[in-house]
């Protein structure tokens, strides 16, 4: 008798993503405001692209990716060499992973820090450490405390998700330099083009041997669905990612639209613009309400309530009129819904119907 196959160590300790939800019994057409998706959709010139190439679904796509290479290069001012697509930026997340980090090393982040993070950890082998944040901020003080000479790889989203805080570059900057020398920094730049005047930590991976950053198309580009992230790092990081690659990862279809979508620079900064004008609209009219919530430097905004009873009641309110928001329970902020910045009618619904449900709780 042998012993029944068993996976690998961590992997039944990963409890599934999970995603904002898309539906609401009884409500035919609803409003999601729960994944931070651009409300706009993706440019015109992807969908068009994506449509001309479709007819060569039969052909296997690139396997180096370099045309797609080359347009986030020109665009973004960066060596196409130094840059990794995947499939979202969530399997560049999972390469990192893969490569630096198994039994007996550690992965840190911060308390209300990205989901995939510990998942990637755990299906690695590693073990998962979180270090505190400062009011729903990452704590750099606290990150530098939480080294050991097993950490190997610290992810930060900035902005992050699901809190929409910010910190300084010279605050990562300081992070960089504290740094022992088997442990990489990962920048996660989901929300990067969101953040006026942010390069993402381009500019800081450029300098080092030990940054990373990773981004995507699924947020302001609005190509979720499609499945597109990048990353760009040092050339022996990249190197050794693109030795665990798949060498077909990204579609013909994925290709091409976020290929046209990085050339389309005026959708994106159009998408961008309304995003800013309706997150400040969303933010005083949330605070007029007296629902605080911090600085949103990303394409959604964390409300806060009184308590978790009081957040779950105006989940539920939402519901019933047909908004689809997200709890992050999970990210340890029960008190608290996230809800994407939608267009500027959708945003109108959502303080409608917050105004309403803020005035109930007051009576
Ligand atoms: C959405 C998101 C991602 C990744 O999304 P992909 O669709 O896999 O590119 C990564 N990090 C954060 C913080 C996110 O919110």
């Keep these: 008798m042998t012993a029944p196959i068993r996976p690998q160590p961590g992997i039944l300790d ?3 993503y999970q995603g904002g939800a898309s539906k609401i019994e009884g409500h035919e057409n609803p409003l ?3 994944s931070n998706e651009n409300p706009f959709g993706a440019s015109p010139a992807a969908v068009e692209a994506m449509g001309r190439v479709a007819a060569e679904a039969h052909r296997y796509p690139s396997t180096d990716h370099a045309d797609l290479r080359a347009a986030i290069g020109e665009i973004h001012g960066l060596t196409p060499e130094q840059i990794i697509c995947g499939a979202g930026s969530d399997e560049i997340i999972h390469f990192l992973c893969q490569a630096y980090a198994g039994p007996g090393d550690e992965v840190l982040y911060t308390h209300h820090g990205f989901g995939m993070y510990r998942i990637s950890a755990l299906a690695a082998g590693a073990d998962p450490v979180v270090a505190p944040e400062v009011e729903r901020h990452v ?4 990150l530098v405390e939480a080294i050991s000479p097993a950490t190997r790889l610290i992810f930060i989203a900035n902005p992050a998700n699901p809190t929409a805080t910010m910190i300084a570059t010279g605050d990562i900057a300081r992070l960089a330099d504290a740094l022992p020398e088997q442990c990489l920094l990962v920048l996660d730049g989901a929300y990067a083009e969101f953040a006026e005047g942010y390069d993402g930590g381009a500019a800081l991976v450029a300098e080092r041997e030990n940054v990373v950053m990773t981004r995507t198309f699924s947020k302001a580009y609005g190509l979720g669905g499609l499945r597109v992230g990048w990353g760009y790092g040092p050339q022996h990081v990249i190197d050794t990612l693109n030795r665990i690659r798949g060498p077909f990862n990204l579609s013909v279809l994925a290709l091409a639209g976020a290929e046209a979508a990085m050339r389309d620079g005026e959708w994106v900064e159009e998408c961008i613009a309304v995003n800013a004008v309706e997150r400040a609209r969303l933010v005083d009219g949330l605070r ?3 629902i605080a919530s911090d600085e949103s430097f990303a394409n959604f905004v964390l409300a806060r309530f009184a308590d978790e009873a009081t957040a779950d009641a105006a989940d539920a309110y939402l519901k019933l009129r047909g908004i689809i928001v997200r709890a992050p329970k999970s990210y340890g902020l029960p008190h608290c819904l996230r809800i994407t910045v939608g267009r500027p009618e959708d945003n109108t619904r959502v ?5 309403a449900f ?3 709780m007051t009576q």
């Design 14 to 16: 990963i409890a599934l």
């Design 32 to 34: 999601k405001l729960s």
């Design 139 to 142: 704590d750099v003080e606290a």
């Design 288 to 290: 007029q309400f007296g």
């Design 351 to 355: 303080l409608n119907a917050l105004g």
């Design 358 to 360: 803020a005035q109930g």
